[in-house]
T-cell receptor, first 113, second 114 residues
């Protein structure tokens, strides 16, 4: 199993540009999450999804959008990139809300200049 | 009060030593507990779940103290490869309306020295 696959691994954006971070999982998990991690800081939840067609905001959703058209895919859209969005982005999935850990993708390192 | 608090370290420990660190959590109704390991510039990976009765996985022992609201991780006979950041992770009560799941601590940085 591939687990959780994120693309791209690295990206440099100019201020005001947009991009989509891709995330796919092959474990048939209903729950999927997007986090960002800034240097020396903990993981902050951006958006999450409990199943296809259902998404909800996390702690830091501003400047981002998500969709969940299939169980497997959970892309994260950045509109009008800002330097404050420079971060490492992790996608994760889990089998259930309680009692199960998350499987993380390898991350996307994004720099906005 | 922060939801999950950890000493950021770094803990500098000689190879072969035993090291332990704790984390505290604020929500007494939290339901699940985990330790994750994160290597530099890598994704977090599940190290072990933490059960009420305590559990062991090789050189690693995890303990949960619900009365004092802390969990601990003990590493025996530490190896150079144990150098990493260890994240304390807690699952607050499921409110039913949301599923925003796990709360991550900022991590404790461990350096094993030869």
């Amino acid at each position: 199993n591939a687990g959780v696959t994120q693309t791209p691994k690295f990206r440099i954006l100019k201020i005001g540009q947009s991009m989509t971070l891709q995330c796919a999982q092959d474990m048939n998990h209903n729950y999927m999450y997007w986090y960002r991690q800034d240097p020396g800081m903990g993981l902050k939840l951006i958006y999450y999804s409990v199943g296809a067609g259902i998404t909800d905001k996390g702690e830091v959703p501003n400047g981002y959008n998500v969709s969940r058209s299939t169980t497997e895919d959970f892309p994260l859209r950045l509109e009008l990139a800002a330097p404050s969005q420079t971060s490492v982005y992790f996608c994760a999935s889990s089998y259930a809300v309680v009692g199960y850990g998350y499987t993380f993708g390898s991350g996307t390192r994004l720099t906005v200049v | 009060r922060k939801e999950v608090e950890q000493d950021p370290g770094p803990f500098n420990v000689p190879e072969g030593a035993t090291v332990a660190f704790n984390c505290t959590y604020s929500n007494s109704a939290s339901q699940s507990f985990f330790w994750y390991r994160q290597d530099c510039r890598k994704e977090p990976k599940l190290l072990m779940s933490v059960y009420s009765s305590g559990n062991e996985d090789g050189r690693f022992t995890a303990q949960l103290n619900r009365a004092s609201q802390y969990i601990s991780l003990l590493i025996r006979d530490s190896k150079l490869s144990d150098s990493a950041t260890y994240l304390c992770v807690v699952n607050p009560p499921y409110s039913g309306g949301g599923a925003d799941g796990l709360t991550f601590g900022k991590g404790t940085h461990l350096i094993i020295q030869p």
